[in-house]
């Protein structure tokens, strides 16, 4: 028979899964009844990932076996500070979605798929301690984090806005975080003393909370503008 174009012949197979033959022509004489199989793969080529600086992202896996008609998935993930770009091939090899950072990749020829990154301005969020958070000289603290991935996470510590006595503080957010839950520690930062609930950071113009309820812990408040 006629091999199909982006496929292999591997071999003549019984149904019980043994090989009788690599040959395409083989000569084969049963004692019982049975049925010889003509096994067919799909041809795959070496492709290999990567990000145009490790510092910036990373991609998964670093190598793949692609063919031209089974898509293989790849994942691009940006590291804090970054977003995701888009993906660019070299010849021979389709992107099912070149913007999406989880996608699919087709090949007819073996080479490289990279993945592009670019930097995201930090993201400022304020924050008015009313009452009892606004007492004994506290150092503020925004704790932020990736909400589906909580070992990404850092310590902020939070600055006066204007001159003392302050009534804001101001944190700069690196791009990637999603989440963020404001502290009130002593002084020296060595003792919590009360802190906010899992807050999500806004997209919107609302990047100043203000503490509400200051006297519960964990402390309410509300996002504004």
Known sequence: G?????????????????????????????TEATTVYAHFSEITYSVQL?????????????NVNAGQFTGVTITATP????????????????????????????????????ANFKAQPATTIYLEPTGHWNTHNPQYVAHVWIKNNTSVNEDIIMTGVGEAPYKYYKAEVPYGYTGVVFFRNSPDGKTLWNQTAD?????DDKTLYVITDNTNAPATGEWKV
């Open 2 to 30: 006629t091999v199909a174009t982006g496929y292999q012949f591997d071999g003549w197979y019984t149904t019980g899964g043994t090989k009788l033959s690599a040959s395409t022509t083989y000569t084969y004489y049963p």
């Open 50 to 62: 990567k990000s145009t600086d490790i510092n910036q992202g990373t991609v998964s896996p670093a």
């Open 79 to 114: 590291k804090i500070g970054y977003s995701f770009v888009n993906w660019t091939a070299t010849d021979g090899i389709t992107i099912a979605n070149p913007n999406s950072a989880s996608t699919t990749i087709k090949a007819t020829k073996a080479g490289t798929v990279t």
């Open 199 to 203: 807050l999500t950071i806004p997209t």
